[in-house]
Nanobody
Framework: QLQLVESGGGLVQPGGSLRLSCRASGSTLAYSAIAWFRQAPGKEREGVWCINRTNNRFAYADSAKDRFTISRDNAKNAVYLQMNSLEPEDSATYYC????????????????WGQGTQVTVSS
């Protein structure tokens, strides 16, 4: 059974960068679309970026599409989210999720989720 584990979150100053990792175990990610979602306190969980099995990328958060980049390494069974020029508004818990469907910005299209990693952008 597929399990996802996120890592790489932390506290960073505005303008800084972080690279989040989503590592899979129990099954391969190669045939799945993998998305990053984020959820700030009191807000809905929103899609950020998704990468499908053919490495097509889809952005769902307008505020992040020019600053964040998603990539995958099937050999390492991992997906990454490179986040640059971070802003306080990017502070949230970031989750990766997988689906055998194509990419979607809708959380109900994903059936496996990680536990999340906290990103805090503050001076």
């Amino acid at each position: 059974q597929l399990q996802l584990v996120e890592s790489g979150g932390g506290l960073v100053q505005p303008g800084g960068s972080l690279r989040l990792s989503c590592r899979a175990s129990g099954s391969t990610l190669a045939y799945s679309a993998i998305a990053w979602f984020r959820q700030a306190p009191g807000k809905e969980r929103e899609g950020v970026w998704c990468i499908n099995r053919t490495n097509n990328r889809f952005a769902y958060a307008d505020s992040a599409k020019d600053r964040f980049t998603i990539s995958r390494d099937n050999a390492k069974n991992a997906v990454y989210l490179q986040m640059n020029s971070l802003e306080p508004e990017d502070s949230a818990t970031y989750y990766c999720a997988s689906t055998f469907l194509d990419c979607s910005g809708l959380r109900h299209d994903y059936d496996t989720w990680g536990q999340g990693t906290q990103v805090t952008v503050s001076s």
